[in-house]
């Protein structure tokens, strides 16, 4: 592992809401050992793992991005149904934000550094791209990758002309080299960062690559993917991600490395990005003037806030003021008990004002589409219904195959140059 020469890559997995883990894991790999960040060939990624990355190599400091990720919890969590409720549009808050955070330029540090997994619609196939023209292209490629079919809408999403969903339907940890890739995932399992089972279960599962061990603690992130917990119990798994990193790091002998040059991302601000700001990246303790941390303590100390404060200062500061309640006194009278189940109460009367009201909002902003998407809903249709009939009559023979192409207006399937072919 301690191998200078040797060019790492780092894949993150899809996993919904919990990319907070993926936040701690990369900033605590920029404290401890930044020549795995300074020196990674490749960053892949799939849904929330995509999202991560592309985050990360635009140089978006800590605190903001921590700020994006509670705020998008709050909304998911805002109306009493959640994500189900028929106002929340998670491709809509996803674009928005991206446009808003990512720099114009965003294309140019990621083409050919970030390799983003996608699940083409025609051919159910897995596509890695990861080569961008525009910041337009980076943002519909991470949110065809964090599109996930009837949860997030019927019509997928477009990367130039082709129809894509998510990526970890087909590879949800993408990699094109297994012995030189770190994969970091959120759930029990078997990846090189991940949290560790506590107990002697050795059943195991393997989704679309993504290592699942049977156990209560993965039933309860699988829920939290797509349903959200408070902020605070999201905001723990920033600590978890950085517990985990330390701990691989610590198995492999990594552990205060020396790296030169400037790092990536989430543990810089933007004044501290400046080339003239950087000498070399030595960190033993991971802030000037801090006691180093002895390795062997995070296996035997419990959860305490006192014990992350020193562990990561920064990390710590950002996430209590990103929790933080700014709603005033209107946000807590409406988190009263009496006041929310009021609202419980009057959900049969709400709901169908609010669902009209957000109803006739997205077919608004559906209008300048609406042409295109409904020849694709009609093209659709008609494989679909040409796949089941030959199945049905096996001697009948469909005069439209199903194949990679992708009906009128589409052109061919995107493919990725190089040697970011199709896994």
């Known amino acids: ?34 020549q795995l960040v300074c020196g990674a060939r490749r960053f892949f990624g799939c849904s929330s793992g995509a999202l991560h990355c592309a985050i990360f190599l635009s140089r978006i400091p800590l605190d903001r991005v921590l700020m994006c990720l509670v705020d998008l919890v709050r909304k998911a969590r805002s109306r009493n149904m959640g994500t189900f409720h028929p106002s929340f549009d998670m491709t809509k808050c996803l674009r928005d934000r991206l446009h808003a955070e990512l720099p114009p330029n965003v294309h140019q540090l990621v083409s050919g550094k970030l390799y983003i997994s996608l699940t083409r619609v025609s051919d159910g196939e897995n596509v890695l791209v990861s080569d961008f023209h ?6 519909d490629a991470v949110l065809c990758s964090c599109f996930i079919p009837f949860f997030s809408g019927l019509i ?25 890739t770190i994969t970091v995932s959120p759930f029990y399992g078997e990846h090189d960062i991940c949290p560790k089972v506590k107990s002697t279960n050795f059943l195991h599962l393997n989704v679309t690559n993504l290592s699942l061990r049977v156990c209560e603690g993965n039933v309860h992130l699988l829920s939290r993917a797509l349903f959200p917990s408070g902020p605070k119990e999201m905001g723990e798994l920033c600590f978890q991600g950085y517990v985990d ?35 070399p990246c030595v960190d033993k303790g991971g802030v000037e003037g801090e006691e180093p941390l002895d390795p062997l303590q995070l296996s035997v100390v419990a959860w305490d806030e006192a014990l992350f404060g020193s562990l990561s200062p920064r990390l710590t500061t950002a996430l209590s003021e990103a929790i933080k309640d700014r709603g005033g006194y209107l946000s807590r009278l409406c988190n009263l008990l009496p006041v929310r189940i009021l609202s419980y109460a009057l959900l049969p009367c709400t709901l169908p004002v609010e669902s009209a009201i957000a109803t006739v909002r997205r077919l608004v902003t559906w209008l300048p589409d609406l042409p295109e998407d409904i020849q694709w809903l009609h093209w659709a249709t008609s494989q679909v219904c040409a796949r089941a009939t030959t199945c049905l009559l096996p001697s009948f023979r469909s005069p439209v195959p199903w194949s990679g192409q992708h009906g009128p207006l589409r052109g061919a399937p995107y493919r990725p140059a190089g040697d970011a072919a199709p896994l």
């Open 134 to 139: 525009s910041k337009d292209e980076v943002v």
């Open 156 to 180: 997928p999403p477009s990367f130039r002309g082709v129809r894509y969903v998510d990526g970890g339907l087909s590879n949800n940890v993408p990699f094109l080299d297994s012995r030189s």
């Open 1 to 34: 592992m301690n191998d200078p020469e040797r060019q790492w890559s780092l894949s993150f997995a899809g996993c919904g809401f919990l990319g907070f883990y993926h936040v701690g894991v990369t900033h605590c790999l920029c404290e401890r050992a930044p």
């Open 245 to 279: 990193a330390f701990r691989f790091l610590e198995e492999n002998g990594t552990w205060g490395a020396v790296c030169t040059g400037p790092q990536p991302g989430l543990s810089l601000s933007p004044e501290e990005m400046e080339p003239e700001d950087h000498g």
